[in-house]
């Protein structure tokens, strides 16, 4: 009897540790693409709005908000110039761990812009 109620303890121990492991993996997996959404949206405003509603961090913080994280960080100057430009933006979002509460979970990005691309056919 004692030893089946501590198996009984010992798989709900690893089950709940489970969970809580592919809850993070799947929280930081999505906030991983917020952050390359974010990214990839602020990188051409550097260089010119582009049917934009704000700046490239309004930009970014926009489409961080609509995959349900928060812009942390966005590092995407305007630059009127030609060359090539890279953005990096830090997304967070809160994930609950079963059994264990919630944490914040981070992404970071990096996204490229070539303006002179825009020249070509």
């Known amino acids: 009897m004692v030893l089946g ?3 009984l303890v010992l798989v709900l ?3 709940v540790g489970i969970g809580a492991v592919g809850a993070g993996v799947a929280g930081y997996v999505h906030a991983a693409g917020a ?3 974010a990214a990839l949206a602020a990188a051409p405003v550097t260089f010119r709005p582009f049917g934009a509603r704000g700046s490239p961090a309004q930009e970014a913080a926009r ?3 609509a995959n349900r994280t928060r812009l942390v960080r966005c590092t995407c100057p305007i630059d009127r110039s030609w060359d090539t430009r890279t953005v990096t933006v830090v997304v967070e979002r809160r994930v609950d761990l079963p ?3 919630s944490v914040d979970v981070r992404a970071t990005s990096r ?3 070539e303006p002179s691309a825009l ?3």
């Open 99 to 101: 059994g264990l509460g």
């Open 63 to 65: 489409f961080a908000s």
């Open 13 to 15: 121990v690893l089950a």
């Open 111 to 113: 996204a490229t812009f």
């Open 5 to 7: 109620l501590g198996v």
């Open 119 to 121: 020249l070509q056919p």
């Open 35 to 37: 952050a390359d959404a």
